[in-house]
């Protein structure tokens, strides 16, 4: 059985993340504190597999997670865009007034600003995961705390769901990328992740934007990541979907690529997860 790493605990986002991933297949989940031991674990071939955040709708991307990715050599496997609904978790019997603390996850903070500036006088907390704050308000009977997070860590910790759905857009998903040490070999990919900088001249990342589009590979998203070493200069991490699955101008627009890049890596090609619906969801 696969072992694939979270962050945090199970009844986390990432547990349903991989869980949604797999479907059917069985592997075993590992839990991690923070991104960076995970990273170090999947590194060390602690675990076969490492399931990461890197972005969410509503608040963005997570920075921090581009950098480790490439630093350590990290390549993407699949992605997941998983629909994420907050709630606010507390003891049985609490009520509003009766809460002074809130903690989660910062990206969960992020998610939920227009609910939490309703209750200013709340002291906000961020955390290492959601799961871990709601298991330890029932662990160590915390009154006055409420943490946010998923209908399932309420279910696995016991907890009362005090409010739901407070993030700040209904519509709200997190993407995930499943990461490993080797190259995955997809069949049938329709998505790639490429990763590269150019030597800073004026209309280089235009010239790579028009490759992109003169091979029918429709970008997705573009994040600049500060370049290491370097001060004010960009690395970008590029995802593309190919059109009807037309490798034969995916691999002439790489090529193209490498006369206009100084560095250029495939990071991932793998399935696009065409983004579910809360009712397919059937939450
Ligand atoms: O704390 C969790 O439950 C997580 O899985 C982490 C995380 C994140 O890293 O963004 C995942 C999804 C949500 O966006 C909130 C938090």
């Not at 997705?220 to 009807?244: A, D, E, M, R, W």
């Amino acid at each position: 059985m696969k072992s694939v790493i979270i962050q945090g605990i199970k009844g986390s986002f990432h547990h349903e993340a991989v869980t949604r991933f797999f479907k059917q297949e069985q592997v075993e989940i590992v839990d991690s504190p923070t991104f960076n031991s995970l990273v170090r674990q999947v590194v060390d071939k602690k675990v076969d597999l490492g399931m990461m955040a890197i972005e969410n709708s509503i608040a963005g991307s997570i920075l921090p997670n581009y950098s480790l990715m490439t630093k350590n050599k990290l390549y993407i496997g699949g992605e997941i865009a998983l629909p994420i609904k907050h709630n606010l978790l507390v003891l049985k019997g609490q009520k509003l007034e009766d809460i002074t603390e809130v903690r989660t996850h910062p990206m969960a903070l992020l998610q939920c600003e227009n609910f939490l500036d309703k209750h200013e006088s709340w002291q906000r907390l961020a955390m290492d995961d959601t799961a871990t704050c709601a298991r330890n308000i029932q662990e160590k009977q915390m009154y006055g705390v409420a943490s946010i997070g998923s209908k399932l860590a309420a279910q696995m910790y016991d907890l009362e769901i005090l409010a739901q759905d407070i993030h700040d857009v209904y519509d709200n998903y997190t993407r995930f990328y499943l990461v490993g040490t080797q190259p995955m070999l997809v069949k049938d990919f329709n998505k790639a992740t490429l990763f590269f900088y150019t030597d800073h001249k004026q209309g280089r990342l235009s010239k790579v934007l028009e490759i992109l589009a003169n091979h029918e590979l429709n970008l997705t998203k573009i994040q600049s990541v500060p370049l290491s070493g370097t001060v004010f200069q960009y690395s970008f991490h590029v995802n593309v979907v190919l059109t009807n699955n037309n490798y034969d101008l995916y691999y002439k627009a790489l090529e193209k690529l490498k006369e206009v890049t100084q560095y250029l890596n495939v990071l991932g090609e793998y399935m696009e997860d065409k983004r579910p619906t809360y009712k397919d969801m059937n939450q």
